[in-house]
Each structure stands twice: as structure tokens, then as C-alpha cells.
């Protein structure tokens, strides 16, 4: 971003290779002032439940950060739920909460952050007066700012950086889909960002997007009749935000396939990420077609997808490949999505789980390969019918708590989908065609579009080969049947067509800098 000091952010605007993508597109001021009230909260009281959930989200994220600030937001979050309140310290905050097995976490994605409190609901008369004066009168502790501000250095250089490369690998990639956008920061910012914030800086960001014109409550559980309508009297004490949040300018088209390699030397293998941007939403006309295409070639750490099937099952080459209709963010350790992570636009992408470095040219193509052929030939009547069975089945698993559902209630809100947006999803997909989900595809999904971004421990070496685009043919440990074999001769050749002058290499310690 322009004043930031980020050469690598310059390496992304790749102007003339990007179909002319603009190289900055500011967000326009807005005059007039949101409605400084509470949408009417979603409930969904259960008496038996021996548990109280709330989620406040706001309509904020990494994307409201200030050009020269980038990680404000998320550092704003994280100093709300971990900086303690007026009355407490943090370590007062924790040592009250422990005896009552109570929680208070904070998430910031690029366009959406949630709080979210849990506690048994036999203790949610001393819980809530906590999770409320952390909302409403967060301390902002100058000691707690720097601690969670050297935190947030560490995460970036130490953990994503230098020891995260498939996380590494999808920042990358979303920093290539939107080059000058928005989104085209993590959340946790620069390295130059985070060292010049101060505490004023987080402070004016609290108050100007963790506001009450942005937020949305959502309460399950256990709770008694009347509790909603005080924890919303509660949080009509936030700060006013002032003016609405301006729109989101459009991800820039990328006109051809290009690739952006970051080099790690130490790295033992390759991760790669691949993707286009897209403005197909949960509640468009088309992301049922969408979501359901992308179920098909991979959902995530299932084992029935074709980029499973071609790269793991029958070749070996890694733990796992999956594809995306939009973006995904995993919850803790399930396979699920987290909730609270929604963006006002999105992207496609495939996930291929780190590879042998000697494989990773093979990996790439047989990807691009099984896109091409999903977007040219579509899918097959009985592929319909087989994953038509899996999705209707598999994403009733996605509620299973009583926290997500609340979660993706609120989802559904910020999407303007009336009732359960996984339930729509369902329904919708009980009717879809093979027509309309090819015509989907093939509106949305241009495989000549690719971004494609690498990190990888030969990565000029890797550069030059794919540039080339000469056969890469794989070697085996052990013996694989011939139509295996015919078809990788079809893979080794697949022609990727990507000049070396659309494929950047970038060190990684210029990464995010």
C-alpha cells in the first residue's frame, strides 16, 4: 500500500501483466450517518440447553484499516477481549472468568469481526456483567497493547512466515487477487504497519468501527426471556460510528494466468494455492450452482473429491487438495467452516496440501488440468446425483452446535438471506441441474484467469521450468497401473502458458514487510 513502505505489495501490482489493474483504489468517503441502533437481535432460546452463547459482529474488518495502519483493526479486537475492562485488569478479567469455565474470544476477518462469550448458563449472572464491560468499557491497556502488538509481529514473521508456508501460501494468493483492494492485506497487517502503530491508533479505530451503527447480537442458549432485550440496552452505550462504511470497490480483473513464487530456501516442500476472485455471494442466484461445483472437486479434508482422488488417493503426492467456492477459514480443529467470516466479496480456490519440491511443477498442472477439464466439460449426470447425496447429507453437519448455528444465523443476516443460509443451500441443491451448475461455472470460473501463488525452497529454479512449460514428468517408489501412467504423460505435458514475465519470485522476508 502506497506510504507503507511494502515492496512486496509492489511486487503484486503487476499493471501491465493484470489487464490494467488499477494500482490503488481508495475508499470513498461517506457523508451520511448509519442508523445508530440494533438490528432486531437473532435468538434462538432453548431451555434445556445448559449453555449461554453470545456473538457480536460488526461489520468491520482488516479492510477498514487505514492505508498506513493495516492490522489496526484486528490489534483493536484483540485488545478489547484481551486488554480487560475498566474495573479489571486482564489477569483480573482471567482469574474471574476461570472458576466459571467462561470464554471470551475475538475474531477479525477482512470484513467481519465477532466476539463471542460462552458460559453454563447456572453462571451467566456473574458472566455477562464481564463480557459487557469488555464490549462497552474495554480498559485499552497500554501494557496489554504492547504485549498483543508484539504478539501480532510474531505471528506474521515468526509463525507465517516462517513456519506456516500453506497459510503463508493463501495469504499470498489473496494478496494477488485483490493487488491494491481492500482485501489485499491479512489481517494481521505489515511489519512495517504493526511497528509504527500506537495505542491512539487502535483506540480512534475501536471507536470508529466497533460501533453501535455496525453490530450485530445474537444470543442461544439457555437464557431467560428478557435477557436479550437487556444485553441490546447494554450495547447501545457504544461508541456512535459516525458515517456508514464505504463500499468495496471491485477486485481488479487479472487478464491472464499469473504466478507469484515467494522463495524460502529452508522449506522442505511446496505449498500452492490457487484462485480468482468472484462477486458470487451466499444468497446470489448463482452460489448454490457454485458452491455445489466446488463440493464436487474437493470439499475441504473430505476424501471423495476429484483433486483428492487424482492427487492423493491415486498418486500420493501429499496429505490433501480441496476446493473452495468462497473463503474458507477452518474451525479449530474440525472440518468445518468458522462462522463470522463473512465478505461482501469473494473468490474460488484450490488447496493443495504442501508437496515433494520435485513434484510440485506435476501437482500444478495435474490442478490446473482438472479445473480446465471441470469448466470445459462440466458435470457429469452421475457425478450430479453422487454429490447431490454427499452435500445434502455432509452440510447438516455444519450446525451441530449451538454456537455455530447462532454464528451462521448472523451470517445469513449480514447476507440479507431469510432463515438458514446452509438450510437454503440444501434446498436449493435438491433441484439444481447439470445445466445450471455448468452455466455457472462457465460464467464465473475462466481457468486462463489463474492466480497462483507458491512457496517453495528452489523457487527460480521452479520459475524458469514453468516458464518453459516443458514436460514434467514424475517417478514413482513403487509401481502405479497404466492408465494411471497414460494419464500423467497427458498432466507432464498439460501446457500451463504462463510467461516468465507474469511469474514473480520474492523473498520471503519481503513478504508482507
Same mark, same amino acid.
Given at each position: 500500500?502506497?506510504?507503507?513502505?511494502?515492496?512486496?505489495?509492489?511486487?503484486?501490482?503487476?499493471?501491465?501483466?493484470?489487464?490494467?489493474?488499477?494500482?490503488?483504489?481508495?475508499?470513498?468517503?461517506?457523508?451520511?450517518?448509519?442508523?445508530?441502533?440494533?438490528?432486531?437481535?437473532?435468538?434462538?432460546?432453548?431451555?434445556?440447553?445448559?449453555?449461554?452463547?453470545?456473538?457480536?459482529?460488526?461489520? *468491520?474488518?482488516?479492510?477498514?484499516?487505514?492505508?498506513?495502519?493495516?492490522?489496526?483493526?484486528?490489534?483493536?479486537?484483540?485488545?478489547?477481549?484481551?486488554?480487560?475492562?475498566?474495573?479489571?485488569?486482564?489477569?483480573?478479567? @482471567?482469574?474471574?472468568?476461570?472458576?466459571? *469455565?467462561?470464554?471470551?474470544?475475538?475474531?477479525?476477518?477482512?470484513?467481519?469481526?465477532?466476539?463471542?462469550?460462552?458460559?453454563?448458563?447456572?453462571?451467566?449472572?456473574?458472566?455477562?456483567?464481564?463480557?459487557?464491560?469488555?464490549? @462497552?468499557?474495554?480498559?485499552?491497556?497500554?501494557?496489554?497493547?504492547?504485549?498483543?502488538?508484539?504478539? $501480532?509481529?510474531?505471528?506474521?514473521?515468526?509463525?507465517?512466515?516462517?513456519?506456516?508456508?500453506?497459510?503463508?501460501?493463501?495469504?499470498?494468493?489473496?494478496?494477488?487477487?485483490?493487488?491494491?483492494?481492500?482485501?489485499?492485506?491479512?489481517?494481521?497487517?505489515?511489519?512495517?504497519?504493526?511497528?509504527?502503530?500506537?495505542?491512539?491508533?487502535?483506540?480512534?479505530?475501536?471507536?470508529?468501527?466497533?460501533?453501535?451503527?455496525?453490530?450485530?447480537?445474537?444470543?442461544?442458549?439457555?437464557?431467560?426471556?428478557?435477557?436479550?432485550?437487556?444485553?441490546?440496552?447494554?450495547?447501545?452505550?457504544?461508541?456512535?460510528?459516525?458515517?456508514?462504511?464505504?463500499?468495496?470497490?471491485?477486485?481488479?480483473? @487479472?487478464?491472464?494466468?499469473?504466478?507469484?513464487?515467494?522463495?524460502?530456501?529452508?522449506?522442505?516442500?511446496?505449498?500452492?494455492?490457487?484462485?480468482?476472485?468472484?462477486?458470487?455471494?451466499?444468497?446470489?442466484?448463482?452460489?448454490?450452482?457454485?458452491?455445489?461445483?466446488?463440493?464436487?472437486?474437493?470439499?475441504?479434508?473430505?476424501?471423495?473429491?476429484?483433486?483428492?482422488?487424482?492427487?492423493?488417493?491415486?498418486?500420493?503426492?501429499?496429505?490433501?487438495?480441496?476446493?473452495?467456492?468462497?473463503?474458507?477459514?477452518?474451525?479449530?480443529?474440525?472440518?468445518?467452516?468458522?462462522?463470522?467470516?463473512?465478505?461482501?466479496?469473494?473468490?474460488?480456490?484450490?488447496?493443495?496440501?504442501?508437496?515433494?519440491?520435485?513434484?510440485?511443477?506435476?501437482?500444478?498442472?495435474?490442478?490446473?488440468?482438472?479445473?480446465?477439464?471441470?469448466?470445459?466439460?462440466?458435470?457429469?449426470?452421475?457425478?450430479?446425483?453422487?454429490?447431490?447425496?454427499?452435500?445434502?447429507?455432509?452440510?447438516?453437519?455444519?450446525?451441530?452446535?449451538?454456537?455455530?448455528?447462532?454464528?451462521?444465523?448472523?451470517?445469513?443476516?449480514?447476507?440479507?438471506?431469510?432463515?438458514?443460509?446452509?438450510?437454503?443451500?440444501?434446498?436449493?441443491?435438491?433441484?439444481?441441474?447439470?445445466?445450471?451448475?455448468?452455466?455457472?461455472?462457465?460464467?464465473?470460473?475462466?481457468?486462463?484467469?489463474?492466480?497462483?501463488?507458491?512457496?517453495?525452497?528452489?523457487?527460480?529454479?521452479?520459475?524458469?521450468?514453468?516458464?518453459?512449460?516443458?514436460?514434467?514428468?514424475?517417478?514413482?517408489?513403487?509401481?502405479?497401473?497404466?492408465?494411471?501412467?497414460?494419464?500423467?504423460?497427458?498432466?507432464?505435458?498439460?501446457?500451463?502458458?504462463?510467461?516468465?514475465?507474469?511469474?514473480?519470485?520474492?523473498?520471503? $522476508?519481503?513478504?508482507?514487510?
Amino acid at each position: 500500500m502506497k506510504g507503507d513502505g511494502s515492496r512486496f505489495l509492489g511486487f503484486l501490482m503487476l499493471c501491465a501483466a493484470c489487464g490494467g489493474a488499477p494500482q490503488r483504489v481508495d475508499r470513498p468517503e461517506v457523508a451520511e450517518t448509519p442508523p445508530e441502533r440494533l438490528d432486531e437481535p437473532v435468538e434462538m432460546r432453548d431451555p434445556q440447553s445448559r449453555t449461554v452463547t453470545l456473538r457480536v459482529t460488526f461489520d *468491520a474488518g482488516s479492510a477498514d484499516d487505514p492505508p498506513e495502519r493495516l492490522g489496526a483493526t484486528n490489534l483493536a479486537a484483540r485488545l478489547i477481549a484481551e486488554g480487560g475492562t475498566e474495573a479489571l485488569s486482564y489477569t483480573e478479567l @482471567v482469574r474471574a472468568l476461570y472458576p466459571m *469455565a467462561g470464554s471470551i474470544t475475538a475474531e477479525a476477518g477482512r470484513d467481519q469481526t465477532v466476539f463471542v462469550g460462552r458460559v453454563h448458563r447456572d453462571r451467566l449472572d456473574a458472566f455477562y456483567p464481564l463480557f459487557r464491560d469488555v464490549l @462497552v468499557h474495554p480498559r485499552m491497556d497500554p501494557e496489554a497493547f504492547t504485549r498483543l502488538r508484539e504478539e $501480532a509481529k510474531a505471528a506474521l514473521t515468526l509463525e507465517l512466515r516462517g513456519a506456516n508456508d500453506e497459510a503463508l501460501g493463501k495469504e499470498v494468493l489473496q494478496s494477488m487477487l485483490y493487488a491494491g483492494h481492500p482485501f489485499g492485506h491479512p489481517e494481521l497487517g505489515s511489519e512495517t504497519s504493526l511497528g509504527a502503530l500506537q495505542l491512539h491508533d487502535v483506540e480512534a479505530q475501536r471507536a470508529r468501527v466497533f460501533c453501535l451503527g455496525r453490530a450485530r447480537l445474537g444470543i442461544a442458549g439457555g437464557y431467560p426471556a428478557d435477557f436479550a432485550a437487556r444485553v441490546a440496552a447494554d450495547l447501545a452505550a457504544l461508541p456512535r460510528c459516525g458515517t456508514a462504511r464505504a463500499d468495496l470497490p471491485e477486485a481488479p480483473r @487479472v487478464s491472464e494466468r499469473q504466478i507469484l513464487l515467494v522463495s524460502k530456501p529452508e522449506a522442505a516442500s511446496t505449498a500452492i494455492s490457487i484462485g480468482l476472485a468472484t462477486r458470487v455471494v451466499p444468497g446470489g442466484a448463482d452460489h448454490p450452482a457454485l458452491a455445489f461445483a466446488f463440493a464436487f472437486m474437493g470439499q475441504h479434508r473430505q476424501f471423495g473429491g476429484v483433486l483428492f482422488r487424482k492427487l492423493r488417493a491415486d498418486r500420493g503426492l501429499n496429505y490433501g487438495d480441496y476446493a473452495y467456492s468462497e473463503h474458507f477459514q477452518q474451525d479449530g480443529w474440525t472440518r468445518f467452516p468458522l462462522a463470522n467470516t463473512s465478505r461482501r466479496e469473494q473468490y474460488v480456490s484450490i488447496w493443495l496440501r504442501p508437496v515433494k519440491p520435485e513434484h510440485a511443477h506435476f501437482a500444478l498442472r495435474a490442478a490446473v488440468r482438472e479445473l480446465g477439464r471441470l469448466v470445459a466439460n462440466g458435470v457429469s449426470e452421475e457425478d450430479m446425483e453422487r454429490t447431490r447425496t454427499f452435500v445434502g447429507r455432509y452440510y447438516q453437519l455444519y450446525t451441530q452446535t449451538e454456537s455455530r448455528r447462532l454464528g451462521f444465523a448472523l451470517d445469513s443476516r449480514f447476507y440479507g438471506i431469510a432463515g438458514s443460509h446452509w438450510e437454503s443451500l440444501r434446498t436449493a441443491w435438491r433441484t439444481l441441474t447439470r445445466d445450471q451448475v455448468n452455466a455457472v461455472l462457465r460464467r464465473h470460473v475462466d481457468p486462463a484467469r489463474l492466480s497462483i501463488a507458491l512457496v517453495a525452497p528452489r523457487a527460480e529454479q521452479l520459475a524458469e521450468a514453468i516458464a518453459r512449460d516443458e514436460p514434467s514428468p514424475i517417478a514413482y517408489e513403487s509401481p502405479k497401473p497404466e492408465e494411471i501412467l497414460a494419464e500423467d504423460r497427458e498432466i507432464a505435458a498439460y501446457p500451463l502458458q504462463i510467461a516468465r514475465e507474469r511469474i514473480r519470485v520474492v523473498p520471503v $522476508a519481503e513478504v508482507f514487510r
